[in-house]
């Protein structure tokens, strides 16, 4: 599997006492569906050890951790809880994001047992989550013929990409086939200088946190290309927040 190692503050084993009860049906909780937040908070989710409650349907629920996530396979590893056993079919997942958030997602699907880890079972990431009082911001999507870009360079050779979106947090390049190549899951991009405008421009570090193919009618074939903003300052979130409410009064 892909490279998918976990930060040293990851919290131990979850217990009984750490599950989650599931959003109520009347709770004001939005859909999440773009492919870059599932991965993120999923992947967040397996940095902190934060505990994830399963309602198998027929079944008591059942408390586990997702150990990683491997956006090459689409997949992610469930650690359960020690004794535990989850059936196979419909289940409901659900989990706490830092305290001020809920996330839940459903998944039909059978899974796998991942060789020599009897209790790591493999399953699909899911296509839609629910998330409730969700605090980040929602990435929005670049208006089109406007200034918005990153440039870096990785050996000597110049990328200039265009933004497909951005957030306070990671912004979506557009990149060919041929320039995705270069641009794997985990690389490090530093120095990069992100154009939010026609007279806005920072220089972050970012991070290759997930690649999706996509097709357009006049570009053909491309990959969207999520990053992560690594060691952002609350200067940069500032002028990410200008970049924002330009957008957004905009349209």
Known sequence: MTDMATTQMR?????????VDRIPAHAAAHDMTDAFQIF????????????????????????????????????????LAEDSILAEGKAVFAASLGGNAKIQFELDANWSVV?????????????????????????????LGGSFGARFTILGKVFELALYDFSRGGVGLRA?????????????LEGVELELGPSLTIMADLEVRLKRPFRTFLLGEQVQVGCRISNITMQMKQRLDRAMSKVQMKR
């Open 40 to 79: 993120d908070t999923l992947s967040t989710l397996a940095q902190t050890g934060e505990a994830v409650t399963v309602y198998p349907m027929g079944q008591d629920f059942v408390v586990a951790r997702i150990d990683a996530v491997d956006p090459d396979r689409r997949s992610f590893l469930l650690d």
């Open 11 to 19: 919290k131990g084993p979850p217990k009984l006492a750490d599950a």
């Open 115 to 143: 060789p020599d880890r009897e209790r790591v079972v493999e399953l699909p990431l899911p296509e839609a989550c629910k998330v409730l009082n969700r605090r980040a911001e929602a990435r929005l999507e670049t208006p």
């Open 176 to 188: 060919t086939p041929q320039q995705a190549d270069e641009l794997y899951v985990g690389k490090k």
